[in-house]
């Protein structure tokens, strides 16, 4: 037989660490190794199986798409791109999409769309775009740029130019930093999720919005991680009664299936034109009816379901032996731990439960729709680890 894990380690490059285990089946937010242990899943493949492993409604609408067509091209309508298209937007009041395949290329489009829409009102010389340090937006070299984290860019200089990070939640500095520089764009997460599950103070990104707005610098809110129900809230800007004029996501639309979105508003709706941007995939018609069925689920009643979840959480970390603070935003939690975070994941996983970190934290972002009993064994296990 074909040891997978020694083959990966030969002809896989090597940019992933990976833990010692090879993931063959699953259901729901339960997954299976190569030996049939069982795990639940409290990363969702980093907030992509937005509802768990094999799904049955997402299964039937992604099969169902599968056996009529594949793949054809941009050139041509398909039924589930426009589809998906018009939901987002009644959704969210934003006016139109540009799909890709990644969360990288969702933001590479909103800094496209912010530098031409500065250029053609201010003038060319106005494409700075400011970023918050801690920031993640991506691994291309220009939303590397953008990320606010100097340890990502050592390597790979020379970098796109016109990126300069300020402090998240310091207004005043933020104002320096735009007034300093010809400034496009802004953009930030509201929940800064590689940063380490850390939500932005709520008079911060409302100042932030009301400045872009009086400037008319574009406002970019990157919800690549905290998008599409995973604060409960459809996108987590929502929760901060503000209005973007950028709204980049990926991860959990699809369900599992490749696929970004950049959400433009009025202003910014018709900013590209024929030949401006484009993608061989994006718009993919099995990866779009793969998110339909992922977006239509969405509603208010699943969405207060996130926060019920989210709160027992919180409630089940807080003061808990060897926790010391917990963070996030619905399920999408921060748990600072007193062992180091790395340690607790590698114990988590000896006892069946699957964690991320985050910097120097254990990161929890379950599957939205995971049952109360599966989520209540993982973080008595959680628990236990963190007390031992
Ligand atoms: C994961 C992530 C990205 C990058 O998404 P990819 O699909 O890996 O390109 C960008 N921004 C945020 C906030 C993310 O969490």
Same mark, same amino acid.
């Given at each position: 037989?074909?040891?997978?894990?020694?083959?990966?380690?030969?002809?896989?490059?090597?940019?992933?660490?990976?833990?010692?285990?090879?993931?063959?089946?699953?259901?729901?937010?339960?997954?299976?190794?190569?030996?049939?242990?069982?795990?639940?899943?409290?990363?969702?493949?980093?907030?992509?199986?937005?509802?768990?492993?094999?799904?049955?409604?997402?299964?039937?609408?992604?099969?169902?798409?599968?056996?009529?067509?594949?793949?054809?091209?941009?050139?041509?309508?398909?039924?589930?791109?426009?589809?998906?298209?018009?939901?987002?937007?009644?959704? *969210?009041?934003? !006016?139109?999409?540009?799909?890709?395949?990644?969360? =990288? #290329? /969702? @933001?590479?489009? %909103?800094?496209?769309?912010?530098?031409?829409?500065?250029?053609?009102?201010?003038?060319?010389?106005?494409?700075?775009?400011?970023?918050?340090?801690?920031?993640?937006?991506?691994?291309?070299?220009?939303?590397?740029?953008?990320?606010?984290?100097?340890?990502?860019?050592?390597?790979?200089?020379?970098?796109?130019?016109?990126?300069?990070? *300020?402090?998240? !939640?310091?207004?005043?500095?933020?104002?320096?930093? =735009? #007034? /300093? @520089?010809?400034? %496009?764009?802004?953009?930030?997460?509201?929940?800064?999720?590689?940063?380490?599950?850390?939500?932005?103070?709520?008079?911060?990104?409302?100042?932030?919005?009301?400045?872009?707005?009086?400037?008319?610098?574009?406002?970019?809110?990157?919800?690549?991680?905290?998008?599409?129900?995973?604060?409960?809230?459809?996108?987590?800007?929502?929760?901060?009664?503000?209005?973007?004029?950028?709204?980049?996501?990926?991860?959990?639309?699809?369900?599992?299936?490749?696929?970004?979105?950049?959400?433009?508003?009025?202003?910014?709706?018709?900013?590209?034109?024929?030949?401006?941007?484009?993608?061989?995939?994006?718009?993919?018609?099995?990866?779009?009816?793969?998110?339909?069925?992922?977006?239509?689920?969405?509603?208010?009643?699943?969405?207060?379901?996130?926060?019920?979840?989210?709160?027992?959480?919180?409630?089940?970390?807080?003061?808990?032996?060897?926790?010391?603070?917990?963070?996030?935003?619905?399920?999408?939690?921060?748990?600072?731990?007193?062992?180091?975070?790395?340690?607790?994941?590698?114990?988590?996983?000896?006892?069946?439960?699957?964690?991320?970190?985050?910097?120097?934290?254990?990161?929890?972002?379950?599957?939205?729709?995971?049952?109360?009993?599966?989520?209540?064994?993982?973080?008595?296990?959680?628990?236990?680890?963190?007390?031992?």
């Amino acid at each position: 037989m074909i040891d997978i894990k020694q083959t990966d380690k030969s002809f896989v490059a090597n940019t992933y660490n990976r833990f010692p285990v090879e993931i063959v089946s699953g259901k729901g937010s339960i997954v299976k190794d190569s030996l049939g242990k069982e795990y639940i899943d409290m990363g969702s493949g980093i907030a992509v199986n937005s509802f768990g492993v094999s799904d049955h409604v997402w299964i039937k609408a992604v099969t169902e798409q599968l056996s009529n067509l594949q793949h054809t091209s941009n050139l041509y309508y398909t039924e589930p791109c426009a589809i998906l298209a018009k939901m987002l937007c009644e959704k *969210t009041g934003m !006016n139109k999409v540009f799909f890709s395949n990644s969360g =990288a #290329e /969702a @933001n590479e489009c %909103a800094i496209k769309v912010a530098r031409k829409y500065a250029s053609d009102k201010k003038g060319k010389d106005y494409h700075t775009i400011i970023t918050l340090k801690n920031s993640f937006h991506g691994r291309t070299i220009t939303t590397l740029s953008a990320t606010g984290q100097e340890h990502y860019h050592e390597l790979f200089n020379p970098l796109t130019p016109g990126f300069v990070h *300020t402090h998240a !939640n310091d207004f005043d500095a933020l104002i320096k930093v =735009a #007034e /300093a @520089n010809k400034t %496009a764009a802004i953009m930030m997460e509201c929940v800064q999720g590689e940063g380490g599950v850390i939500s932005l103070n709520e008079d911060f990104v409302k100042s932030v919005a009301d400045y872009a707005k009086e400037k008319d610098i574009i406002l970019i809110i990157d919800e690549v991680q905290t998008g599409n129900g995973r604060t409960g809230e459809l996108y987590a800007y929502m929760n901060y009664g503000i209005k973007p004029d950028i709204v980049t996501t990926a991860k959990g639309i699809g369900g599992g299936l490749p696929l970004g979105a950049t959400l433009l508003s009025e202003k910014v709706e018709n900013v590209l034109g024929f030949g401006d941007h484009g993608s061989t995939f994006g718009g993919n018609p099995v990866c779009c009816a793969g998110a339909i069925s992922i977006i239509s689920r969405l509603d208010r009643a699943f969405l207060d379901d996130v926060k019920s979840k989210s709160e027992y959480i919180f409630n089940s970390f807080l003061g808990a032996e060897g926790v010391k603070s917990v963070s996030g935003m619905g399920l999408m939690i921060g748990i600072e731990t007193e062992k180091p975070a790395g340690d607790i994941v590698k114990k988590c996983i000896e006892k069946g439960v699957l964690c991320l970190t985050a910097k120097n934290k254990v990161r929890l972002l379950p599957a939205l729709n995971i049952d109360n009993k599966t989520l209540e064994k993982a973080i008595d296990i959680i628990k236990e680890v963190c007390a031992e």
